[in-house]
């Protein structure tokens, strides 16, 4: 079967491997769509995400969604025919921070198309995949591939959300106009926030974020000085959504915050110089976000129920033995959003 494995930076091919046979508590999955995602794109750029570095080839892509094929012998609860959008993670359930309902940060937690074990998970991209009984979401509707792998970045932004507290009526600055910033604002949207300003250095995604009826899409490369005059003008902002990693943006947050703000990260990075002194000054809040738990059945439901329009976020479809081309052109933020993989 077609895979598209990572061997390294730069090094990304697609190879023929056997068709995986699940175990007893798995299902085989045929690939229905797979979207390429932001640490897709730093293992294929930089052989790694954050700390995790590849150590060995692995199939990429944890935004999979497909039918299932074939059921291990203690899976009672699917069949071959249905169709499903699979949560990435495996946790273990039984770990301090499973048991405290803090599935994301399992312990143990294996993750589809991750180097954060070894050895590695492999992932979805490919045209065969075995998940577990437990990780899979079987559909009630006829959405489609594409639309329902969107479940995973939703899922990340849900939890972010979550983590940035009541945002009704509130001031919402979100960096990065990714999928994930672009979700940010519509989440934030759909939690009541007053007003929503989006940041990026490209003028197609603001294009895209005004579409969706962002309040204010700020070019930071073209204006450097966009945030402060939004400041001046409107005010300072209640809560900021950081969905770039980029340093840049993460002081623009702190600058922009007015006192007792909260910031969230969402943005991968390993480490970064910024002006503490802000946070104490202004008693912002700065706090974390990292992957979900419950929040990846929710989000499969809310796109099933059509609450959160994901379509305009998926720019292009490309077929999984374009997988090269695919990445490209996934990398080129001017060019594209979400670019989705398909058979
Ligand atoms: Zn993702
Ligand atoms: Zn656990």
Redesign the pocket.
Known sequence: MLSCVIHGAHDLRLENRDVPEPGPNEVLIHLGAGGICGSDLHYFHEGGVADFKIKEPMILGHEVAGEIVKRGADVTSLKAGDRVAVNPAR?????????AGR?N?????YFFGSASKYPHMQGGFAEFFVAAETQCVRLETEISFPEVTCAEPLAVVLHAVNQAGNLNSKRVLVTGAGPIGLLAGLVARFAGALEITITDRFASPLKLASELDMDYALNVVENPDALKQAVSERGEFDIALEASGAVPAMINCLESLGPGGRMVQIGMLSSAQLPFGRILAKELEVVGTFRFYQEYTQAVRLLEKGRINVQPLITHRMPLKSALDAFNLASDKSQSVKVSLVP
């Open positions: 946790y273990c359930g039984v770990c301090d921070q499973c048991r599935g940060l399992c312990k143990n937690v």
